[in-house]
T-cell receptor, first 114, second 112 residues
Framework: KAGVTQTPRYLIKTRGQQVTLSCSPISGHRSVSWYQQTPGQGLQFLFEYFSETQRNKGNFPGRFSGRQFSNSRSEMNVSTLELGDSALYLC?????????????FGQGTRLTVV | SQELEQSPQSLIVQEGKNLTINCTSSKTLYGLYWYKQKYGEGLIFLMMLQKGGEEKSHEKITAKLDEKKQQSSLHITASQPSHAGIYLCGADAGYNNNDMRFGAGTRLTVKP
């Protein structure tokens, strides 16, 4: 069974640009969550999608958005990039997204904003 | 919100030694997850603990959940260089939520 796949692995963008990251969950998993990881703030929850609907959202500005497709693949978009958006972005997939169910992470996309 | 405190922040042990990492929650734990991360990479799922008193083992890693103390511990027996990395504990933020809150991580170095 293939794991969670995130693309691209690395990205360098300029301030003010926008970026789209992709996450393909494990086959059969319907829930995809996104996290931002920085040295200063650690791992922080961005949002969760289930069956193409955003079900839960963390405390991030509206520049961070996402969507999920009918095949459960998810994309995350960050507009008007700021230097502080430089981070490792991780997505996690789980079967139904219920509490106390296993969640598996991808390798992450490292975004550098210059 | 769920706050998770991990201790120690970093740990350097000699190969073959045992070690324990702790994760303490400020709120009731409905479930706790342990992950391992190599620098700059994704999180590798280790274990999930759901019930107070539950204990799970995988190879040389054992994790326990003490619900009353709102604490979990991860114990590695006879550590090896392959155990090196950052260990993170995570917990669901609330009963019906699906976002996880994580501890700051424990960086483990195993000296050969």
């Amino acid at each position: 069974k293939a794991g969670v796949t995130q693309t691209p692995r690395y990205l360098i963008k300029t301030r003010g640009q926008q970026v789209t990251l992709s996450c393909s969950p494990i086959s059969g998993h319907r829930s995809v969550s996104w996290y931002q990881q920085t040295p200063g703030q650690g791992l922080q929850f961005l949002f969760e999608y289930f069956s193409e609907t955003q079900r839960n959202k963390g405390n991030f500005p509206g520049r961070f958005s996402g969507r999920q497709f009918s095949n459960s693949r998810s994309e995350m978009n960050v507009s008007t990039l700021e230097l502080g958006d430089s981070a490792l972005y991780l997505c996690a997939s789980s079967l139904m997204g219920q509490m106390n169910t296993e969640a598996f992470f991808g390798q992450g996309t490292r975004l550098t904003v210059v | 919100s769920q706050e998770l405190e991990q201790s120690p922040q970093s740990l350097i042990v000699q190969e073959g030694k045992n070690l324990t990492i702790n994760c303490t929650s400020s709120k009731t734990l409905y479930g706790l997850y342990w992950y391992k991360q190599k620098y700059g990479e994704g999180l590798i799922f280790l274990m999930m603990l759901q019930k107070g008193g539950e204990e799970k083992s995988h190879e040389k890693i054992t994790a326990k959940l003490d619900e009353k103390k709102q604490q979990s511990s991860l114990h590695i027996t006879a550590s090896q260089p392959s155990h090196a990395g950052i260990y993170l504990c995570g917990a669901d933020a609330g009963y019906n939520n699906n976002d996880m809150r994580f501890g700051a991580g424990t960086r483990l170095t195993v000296k050969p």
